[in-house]
């Protein structure tokens, strides 16, 4: 398989204060990177698609001025949770898809996506 | 609509015994189906992936078996021991034209081995 790492694995923060949430690949280019959002006992729900370079694709309901979104290399993507509040608590996991040498990274037959460890945000 | 069923929600088991977890799928264009482990507060880990063409895979004491006609997928585990406990997660993979692949998640099911 292929390593995804986020930083921090976990953060609090007063409501109305902007975090940044960081996903990394550590053995591959990211070309894609993804960002889904879990709350407790559900199951993960995609937030944004970002290609490498390219502006993110927003879900239908994702606010895109509160979720910024930025993927300028093809190792790091950021997301930023702009002026937070306590509904906005959540398990944040990143996933990301891409190449490793002249090979896609994983299996190419199943198109895989690694998932990264999660940022747990909890806004007071 | 493009969705992923799962039973049971939960499930409580001893430690030593097998269970086996359920995945009722209705997605299409199909790619291939995931299942994933999760356990609390971490990411999601990948168990097994098959296509439709597979119809079962093994991963130490996970096996996965896929029925691509009724849509219908299992996740056996066998001799569970506590370190099984977790969320198992149902994935489908629907691709579309131009090569876009969207991920299709079930609610999981939470696994909890006593022993």
């Known amino acids: 398989g292929a390593v995804v790492s986020q930083h921090p694995s976990r953060v609090i923060c007063k409501s109305g204060t902007s975090v940044k949430i960081e996903c990394r690949s550590l053995?591959?280019?990211?070309?894609?990177m993804f960002w889904y959002r879990q709350f407790p006992k559900q199951s993960l729900m995609l937030m944004a698609t970002?290609?490498?370079?390219?502006?993110?694709?927003?879900e239908q309901g994702v606010e895109k001025d509160k979720f910024l979104i930025n993927h300028a290399s093809l190792t790091l993507s950021t997301l930023t949770v702009t002026s937070a509040h306590p509904e906005d608590s959540s398990f944040y996991i990143c996933?990301?898809?891409?190449?490793?040498?002249?090979?896609?990274?994983?299996?190419?037959?199943?198109?895989?996506?690694?998932f990264g460890p999660g940022t747990r945000l909890t806004v007071l | 609509k493009n969705q992923v069923e799962q039973s049971p929600q939960s499930l409580i088991i001893l430690e030593g015994k097998n269970c086996t977890l359920q995945?009722?799928?209705?997605?299409?264009?199909?790619?291939?189906l995931r299942w994933y482990k999760q356990d609390t507060g971490r990411g999601p880990v990948s168990l097994t992936i098959?296509?439709?063409?597979?119809n079962t895979k093994s991963n130490g004491r996970y096996t996965a078996t896929l029925d691509a006609d009724t849509k219908q997928s299992s996740l056996h585990i066998t001799a569970s021991q506590l370190s099984d406990s977790a969320s198992y997660i149902c994935?489908?993979?629907?691709?579309?034209?131009?090569?876009?692949?969207?991920?299709?998640f079930g609610a999981g099911t939470r696994l909890a081995v006593h022993p």
């Open positions: 996933s990301a898809k891409g190449y490793r040498g002249r090979g896609l990274a994983g299996d190419s037959s199943y198109n895989e996506q690694f």
């Open positions: 053995d591959f280019q990211a070309t894609t």
């Open positions: 970002s290609n490498e370079g390219s502006k993110a694709t927003y």
């Open positions: 995945c009722n799928y209705t997605v299409s264009p199909f790619s291939n």
């Open positions: 098959m296509t439709f063409s597979e």
């Open positions: 994935v489908v993979s629907a691709r579309f034209s131009g090569g876009y692949n969207k991920l299709i």
